[in-house]
């Protein structure tokens, strides 16, 4: 009689203390708040923007262990890579880089959003969500969707110094979405949890719209908590 595997302890989590993380679109506000919060944790940090020039004065800006480059030399330089680029350049500029992706966590925290005089909306994306277009460019990868309820300004802000939210982590690879957790975990006040398959992406990044109408009505920077876990 075969001996059942032991369920694995959800609460468990890798050493993540030596990866390189890389961000694209690291010269943005959400990029750079992210770069800094990692660096200040302890983590090697990769900035990459389309002009390398810029990521290396940006980066050079931040406190901890950052370098600047361009997103091609961040892909292949970093064990995880964070997708925080504009949407409209999503797709495109993930399929460029595909090679120097190929076996590499990709955590994707692009909001798909529109903006009209009625505040922020959910954009349809043909594959479901970003982080669903990712793992379609990006076949090789291993696609999580992550980070993307995240005040930038409380990423930036020097007076703050804990980010008290929890972060939704979702993926099908179980030891991908573990170590992403973990690296959330890394930035005081931070949490990652699981919060299902890649499918179910799409209303995680479709709630930043609500968050975003939440922030202008009671002038605020909402997170996310999820009790009970």
Known sequence: MTT???TPDPYA???????????LGGTGEQGRGLARRLAMAGCEVVLGSRDAGRAAEAASALPGSVRGMSNEDCA?????VIVAVPWDGHGALLESLSGALVGKIVVDCVNPLGFDKQGAFALPVPEGSAAQQAASVLPDARVV????HISAVLLLDESVDSIDTDVLVLGDDREATDTVQAIAGLVPGMRGVYGGRLRNAGQVEAFTANLISMNRRYKAHAGVRITDV
């Open 145 to 148: 969707a992550a980070f993307h």
């Open 76 to 80: 292949a330089a970093s064990d995880v």
């Open 4 to 6: 059942p595997a032991p």
């Open 13 to 23: 989590l890798p050493d993540v203390s030596g990866l390189t993380i890389g961000v």
